[in-house]
């Protein structure tokens, strides 16, 4: 079992910045791909931004140029520095992990609880 733990979300002014940050806990062998979703009221999930094991990076084209997604694979963390926050970006994030679990080297999916970003003046 692996367990995300989010933090960062919160309430900004548009303009402003937030580091979210995601910590991944528990039976890990490796983790193949970290990133981070967000789901708006009455919206589908979409990808805001990932990052494989081999550093390449992925963004939805409304958040290039103001996000960077960044990992740090001795702590199994993952970070998404957002800098000219809109209101637009308002939505509950999520943290995702690729994870090859320990032992039995399976390959799963685990979410994070998601936390909530409010871009509002």
């Known amino acids: 079992q692996v367990h995300l733990v989010e933090s960062g979300g919160g309430l900004v002014q548009p303009g402003g910045s937030l580091k979210l940050v995601c910590a991944a806990s528990?039976?890990?062998?490796?983790?193949?791909?970290l990133g981070w979703y967000r789901q708006a009221p009455g919206k589908q999930r979409e990808l805001v931004a990932s990052?494989?094991?081999?550093?390449?990076?992925k963004y939805a084209d409304s958040v290039k140029g103001r996000f960077t997604i960044s990992r740090d694979n001795a702590k199994n963390t993952v970070y998404l520095q957002m800098n000219s926050l809109r209101p637009e970006d308002t939505a509950v994030y999520y943290c995702?992990?690729?994870?090859?679990?320990?032992?039995?080297?399976?390959?799963?999916?685990?979410w994070g609880q998601g936390m909530q970003v409010t871009v509002s003046s």
């Open positions: 990052t494989t094991n081999n550093d390449s990076t």
């Open positions: 528990g039976s890990i062998f490796s983790i193949i791909d």
């Open positions: 995702n992990a690729d994870v090859v679990e320990h032992l039995t080297l399976l390959r799963r999916y685990y």
